[in-house]
């Protein structure tokens, strides 16, 4: 087909948009927005589809730290702008819209919102993850300021203080063994009468002194007026409920990839990521992957905006070799 | 995080939970993490202008700073946010190693550093060429290491070869020792702060000679004297040292000594956690080759390698995360 970049106008002023572009980007977090970087900066016609809330994960988080470049740390929702503006400064368009479906059966891909679909030579998937929440009073109140998911992240913050892990896997044991070296005691609490972590998890887990455990029971509810100060405990045999004083909570009950979408289009792994090489293609030729759609390990800004700036350049390299 | 937190003094240990040679931009990203979470942590670097990022003048790309910034200026700001963390950072350079040891060892002009685990991050600038008659003096007069080497010139004559902060930071050390010291800078002009600048301008034993190269470094057994292209123009300087400060692209592994699987090309091979084939010795950016040299991606991958090394350490590195189950 005949090529012609072609502007569509962004889907809040109500237009119909039909654009046809070299890459389309799904998602609007670090490693979309890092891979906008490139590509618009290389010169590719470039629309990023960036979800209703735009920034992604760090846009939730009241500081982050450990971004490399940021000796003061930066405000999640800062970086969050300062991604997108740089995006749209090399020439990307960044929209707040939802992908509601896509065709990647053949070239031109099909990219659908709402409203408006377009049509790209080049794809990248960056469409995040998102951790699993209890869906209990307190929880979005206090997320990304007392609530975490990442100890890697914000275990530094609880130096000295008491700490609540909700969760039974090797991940809410890794962790917790990880926010031993903060914290001065971490409470693990888990649904079942014993831990599903592997066994040297568990084995260090249990020698650990710093760590207790509360058997048998679910989080009901987060306390707390202007700062977390403690949950709500049900235990789930008897019925009973407790209070239990914690500065902080973090809650490992799984991560949600979002990858419904490319369900029966692109590979996916038993748990839902989609599947890529180290240069972030999919089994889709043109098709690329980048940020913690991806990514069970890292889950960082930093890893996320790396994968986004590899899917960038081979995306490149890739209209370069294969023209329409 | 409303939380307030004073970062501690950095100590120093008889042995470190890691060393990570070179602090550029995958060196100092793995250096905040190792630091944040709590590792005791020592970052050996030849100097801010030395890497492949430090030189570059302008970068645009690394997303976060709309405002395009001087290498030198992005590897400082990594730099000052490990050390707010508590990592310790030494300006010295690695001249050999036993990472087959416990605790790993890594020895300085300086001196000896000991860690539990080692990040290998010292980048690809190493030279392609020796000039004629360098590998033949090499410990006869030829040096890469002012601070080991410097005090054999006591009164002597010596020339420096580079444009960098390392070539102006070795010249200065050598006029503690030396009686002239000629800085020869193949390019006109030097990128080094401007402070060594004044210094290295002002002082009265120093004779700098830009856009000169060197032909070949003369001497029967010894050091005697370096020909050099002076601006076109071929000399002999007479010398008793010559100490090399130039740089390349190849991958920067002579120090390794025995043991760390390279490539044909030179290059250090590691596993998907970035692991060499010696356990607790990790390598990260551009010391690998087969990457495109981005900042962002050399960070992500330096940060990738703290996280290994974290569980490395705490006996955990067995971890497959399984999140979604």
Redesign the interface.
């Given at each position: 087909m005949e090529f012609e970049p072609k502007i569509a106008p962004p889907e809040a002023e109500g237009h119909e948009g039909n654009g046809t572009y070299e890459l389309v980007i799904i998602g609007g977090g670090?490693a979309g927005?890092?891979a906008a970087?490139?590509t618009g900066?290389a010169r590719i016609s470039t629309h990023v589809c960036a979800g209703t809330l735009p920034g992604g994960q760090p846009a939730n988080t009241?500081?982050v730290?450990?971004?490399?470049?940021?000796?003061d740390g930066?405000d999640g929702t800062e970086?969050a702008q300062?991604?997108q503006?740089?995006a749209k400064?090399f020439g990307a368009e960044v929209v707040p819209e939802t992908v509601t479906e896509v065709d990647f059966s053949e070239r031109p891909f099909t990219i659908r919102c709402s409203r408006n679909t377009y049509r790209a030579q080049a794809v990248i998937v960056a469409t995040g993850?998102s951790p699993?929440r209890l869906g209990i009073p307190g929880e979005d109140k206090f997320y990304g300021?007392?609530v975490s998911s990442c100890a890697?992240c914000?275990g530094?913050?609880?130096?000295d203080?008491q700490v609540v892990v909700v969760g039974g896997?090797?991940?809410a044991i890794?962790e917790s063994?990880?926010l031993t070296?903060?914290a001065e005691k971490v409470t693990v609490i888990h649904r079942r009468d014993e831990l599903r972590a592997?066994k040297?998890?568990r084995e260090?887990a249990f020698a650990n002194p710093k760590i207790d455990f509360v058997w048998d029971s679910v989080v009901e509810e987060i306390l707390g007026d202007q700062?977390v100060t403690g949950v709500r405990v049900r235990n789930v045999k008897n019925g009973e409920t407790s209070m239990l004083e914690t500065d902080g909570v973090f809650v490992?009950i799984?991560?949600?990839?979002k990858s419904e979408l490319f369900s029966g289009q692109l590979e996916l792994d038993?748990?839902?990521?989609i599947v890529s090489n180290?240069r972030q293609h999919t089994n889709v030729p043109g098709v690329f992957v980048a940020g913690d759609v991806q990514d069970?390990?890292?889950r960082?800004v930093?890893?996320a905006?790396?994968?986004?700036?590899?899917a960038a350049?081979e995306a490149e390299r890739y209209l370069g070799e294969y023209p329409y | 995080m409303n939380v307030d937190f004073v970062a501690q003094e950095p100590s120093k240990p008889d042995v470190y939970d890691v060393v990570i040679i070179g602090g550029g931009p995958s060196g100092g990203s793995a250096a905040i993490y190792t630091a944040r979470a709590d590792l005791s942590t020592l970052v050996i670097d030849k100097g801010l202008t030395a890497g492949a990022l430090g030189m570059a003048s302008k970068i645009a790309n690394f997303p976060g700073l709309p405002d395009p910034v001087e290498g030198a200026e992005l590897v400082r700001r990594i730099r000052d946010q490990a050390r707010s963390f508590g990592a310790t950072f030494i300006d010295e350079k690695v001249l050999r190693a036993d990472l087959q040891a416990a605790p790993k060892r890594v020895w300085t002009g300086a001196g000896g550093h000991k860690g539990r685990a080692v990040i290998i991050a010292t980048g690809a600038m190493g030279r392609t060429r020796r000039f004629p008659g360098e590998d033949r003096l090499l410990g006869r007069g030829v040096s890469y290491c002012a601070t080991c080497d410097g005090a054999f010139f006591r009164d002597q004559a010596v020339a420096v070869a580079g444009s960098n902060d390392e070539a102006v930071d070795e010249a200065l050390t050598l006029t503690r020792f030396a009686s002239e010291v000629h800085v020869l800078n193949p390019v006109p002009d030097f990128n080094a702060p401007e402070k060594l600048m004044e210094e290295l301008r002002g002082h009265d034993k120093v004779t700098i000679h830009p856009s000169t190269r060197i032909a070949e470094i003369v001497g029967e057994n010894q050091v005697t004297g370096v020909d050099i292209i002076d601006q076109g123009e071929e000399k002999t300087l007479e010398v008793d040292g010559v100490f090399v400060y130039l740089q390349g692209n190849l991958p920067i592994t002579d120090f390794l000594g025995e043991g760390v699987s390279t490539s044909e090309e030179g290059c250090v091979v590691v596993d998907e956690n970035f692991q060499t084939n010696l356990q607790g010795v990790f390598a990260v950016g551009d010391v690998l080759c087969k990457h495109v040299k981005q900042a962002v991606i050399a960070a992500a991958e330096g940060v990738e390698a703290a996280i290994a090394v974290d569980r490395y350490l705490h006996g955990r590195e067995e971890f497959r995360p399984d999140w979604s189950r």
């Amino acid at each position: 087909m005949e090529f012609e970049p072609k502007i569509a106008p962004p889907e809040a002023e109500g237009h119909e948009g039909n654009g046809t572009y070299e890459l389309v980007i799904i998602g609007g977090g670090p490693a979309g927005l890092t891979a906008a970087i490139y590509t618009g900066r290389a010169r590719i016609s470039t629309h990023v589809c960036a979800g209703t809330l735009p920034g992604g994960q760090p846009a939730n988080t009241a500081d982050v730290d450990n971004f490399p470049g940021f000796p003061d740390g930066v405000d999640g929702t800062e970086l969050a702008q300062r991604f997108q503006g740089q995006a749209k400064r090399f020439g990307a368009e960044v929209v707040p819209e939802t992908v509601t479906e896509v065709d990647f059966s053949e070239r031109p891909f099909t990219i659908r919102c709402s409203r408006n679909t377009y049509r790209a030579q080049a794809v990248i998937v960056a469409t995040g993850a998102s951790p699993r929440r209890l869906g209990i009073p307190g929880e979005d109140k206090f997320y990304g300021r007392g609530v975490s998911s990442c100890a890697t992240c914000d275990g530094f913050f609880y130096r000295d203080k008491q700490v609540v892990v909700v969760g039974g896997g090797d991940a809410a044991i890794d962790e917790s063994l990880f926010l031993t070296k903060f914290a001065e005691k971490v409470t693990v609490i888990h649904r079942r009468d014993e831990l599903r972590a592997t066994k040297i998890f568990r084995e260090r887990a249990f020698a650990n002194p710093k760590i207790d455990f509360v058997w048998d029971s679910v989080v009901e509810e987060i306390l707390g007026d202007q700062t977390v100060t403690g949950v709500r405990v049900r235990n789930v045999k008897n019925g009973e409920t407790s209070m239990l004083e914690t500065d902080g909570v973090f809650v490992y009950i799984g991560m949600v990839p979002k990858s419904e979408l490319f369900s029966g289009q692109l590979e996916l792994d038993d748990n839902g990521y989609i599947v890529s090489n180290r240069r972030q293609h999919t089994n889709v030729p043109g098709v690329f992957v980048a940020g913690d759609v991806q990514d069970p390990h890292y889950r960082q800004v930093v890893t996320a905006a790396g994968t986004g700036a590899i899917a960038a350049m081979e995306a490149e390299r890739y209209l370069g070799e294969y023209p329409y | 995080m409303n939380v307030d937190f004073v970062a501690q003094e950095p100590s120093k240990p008889d042995v470190y939970d890691v060393v990570i040679i070179g602090g550029g931009p995958s060196g100092g990203s793995a250096a905040i993490y190792t630091a944040r979470a709590d590792l005791s942590t020592l970052v050996i670097d030849k100097g801010l202008t030395a890497g492949a990022l430090g030189m570059a003048s302008k970068i645009a790309n690394f997303p976060g700073l709309p405002d395009p910034v001087e290498g030198a200026e992005l590897v400082r700001r990594i730099r000052d946010q490990a050390r707010s963390f508590g990592a310790t950072f030494i300006d010295e350079k690695v001249l050999r190693a036993d990472l087959q040891a416990a605790p790993k060892r890594v020895w300085t002009g300086a001196g000896g550093h000991k860690g539990r685990a080692v990040i290998i991050a010292t980048g690809a600038m190493g030279r392609t060429r020796r000039f004629p008659g360098e590998d033949r003096l090499l410990g006869r007069g030829v040096s890469y290491c002012a601070t080991c080497d410097g005090a054999f010139f006591r009164d002597q004559a010596v020339a420096v070869a580079g444009s960098n902060d390392e070539a102006v930071d070795e010249a200065l050390t050598l006029t503690r020792f030396a009686s002239e010291v000629h800085v020869l800078n193949p390019v006109p002009d030097f990128n080094a702060p401007e402070k060594l600048m004044e210094e290295l301008r002002g002082h009265d034993k120093v004779t700098i000679h830009p856009s000169t190269r060197i032909a070949e470094i003369v001497g029967e057994n010894q050091v005697t004297g370096v020909d050099i292209i002076d601006q076109g123009e071929e000399k002999t300087l007479e010398v008793d040292g010559v100490f090399v400060y130039l740089q390349g692209n190849l991958p920067i592994t002579d120090f390794l000594g025995e043991g760390v699987s390279t490539s044909e090309e030179g290059c250090v091979v590691v596993d998907e956690n970035f692991q060499t084939n010696l356990q607790g010795v990790f390598a990260v950016g551009d010391v690998l080759c087969k990457h495109v040299k981005q900042a962002v991606i050399a960070a992500a991958e330096g940060v990738e390698a703290a996280i290994a090394v974290d569980r490395y350490l705490h006996g955990r590195e067995e971890f497959r995360p399984d999140w979604s189950r």
